[in-house]
C-alpha cells in the first residue's frame, strides 16, 4: 500500500514539473499565478501521500498550510493587479 | 480489495491532474487556462485524497486530514480562481483572437447605451 502512495507522490511532482514550464513561459503575470496555484496544489496532494508514505504526521500540517495559503497567495496577487496595493 | 479501489481512484486523479497540466500548457489565452486550473486540477485533486480515506479509513489520522484538505481545495480553489480571472479582466489581458463571445464588454456597452438614452 505505501508503494502506491509513493507513487502516486512521485507522479504530483511530476506533473507540477511539467507545470514550471508556463510558470517560466507565461506571457502575462496572470498566467504564471495560475501555474503556481495549480503547482501549490500539486504540492499540497504530494505532502500528503508523503506523509502517509512515511508515517510521519508533522508532514499533514504542512499540506494543510500549502493547500490554505496558496488561496491567500492567489487572493493577494490578484487584489494587486486589480487595484495596485495590497 | 481495498487495494485495487486505491488503484484506481489514484490512477483517475493522476489522469485528471495530468489533463490538467497539459491544458494549462496548451491553451491559448489566460482565461481558458484559468478553466483548467480551476475545474481539472481540482477534480484531479479530489480522487487522489479520496483514495487515501479509503485506504487508511476516514477515521484516521491520514484520512481525516486527507478528507480536510479536500474539502479545503473544493471550496478555495474555485473562489481564488474567480478571483484571478476578474482580475485578468481588469487589468486588460487580451483574449484569444478566435475568442467568440465577451458577454461582460457586451452588457456593459448596452448599459451605457440605455444610460445616454
Known sequence: M??????????????????????????????????????????????????????????????????????????VWSRYLERGLL | ??????????????????????????????YCRIQCSSMIITMGALPALVALVVGEGPLSTYGSRALLVAALLLVVNPAASHALARAAYKTGVPMWPGAVADRVRDTRASEAQGEAQ
Open chain 2, 1 to 30: 480489495m481495498s487495494e485495487g479501489i486505491v488503484i484506481a481512484l489514484a490512477a483517475v486523479g493522476g489522469i485528471f491532474s495530468l489533463t490538467g497540466a497539459v491544458g494549462i500548457l496548451r491553451m491559448p489565452d489566460v
Open chain 1, 2 to 75: 505505501s508503494s502506491i502512495y509513493l507513487t502516486v507522490a512521485i507522479g504530483e511532482v511530476a506533473i507540477a514539473a511539467l507545470l514550471l514550464i508556463r510558470l517560466a513561459s507565461g506571457p502575462t503575470i496572470s498566467d504564471r499565478i495560475v501555474a503556481l496555484n495549480a503547482i501549490s496544489t500539486q504540492a499540497a496532494l504530494a505532502t500528503v501521500f508523503f506523509a502517509a508514505f512515511a508515517r510521519r504526521t508533522v508532514y499533514l500540517d504542512v499540506a494543510l498550510w500549502l493547500a490554505s495559503f496558496s488561496y491567500l497567495a492567489a487572493i
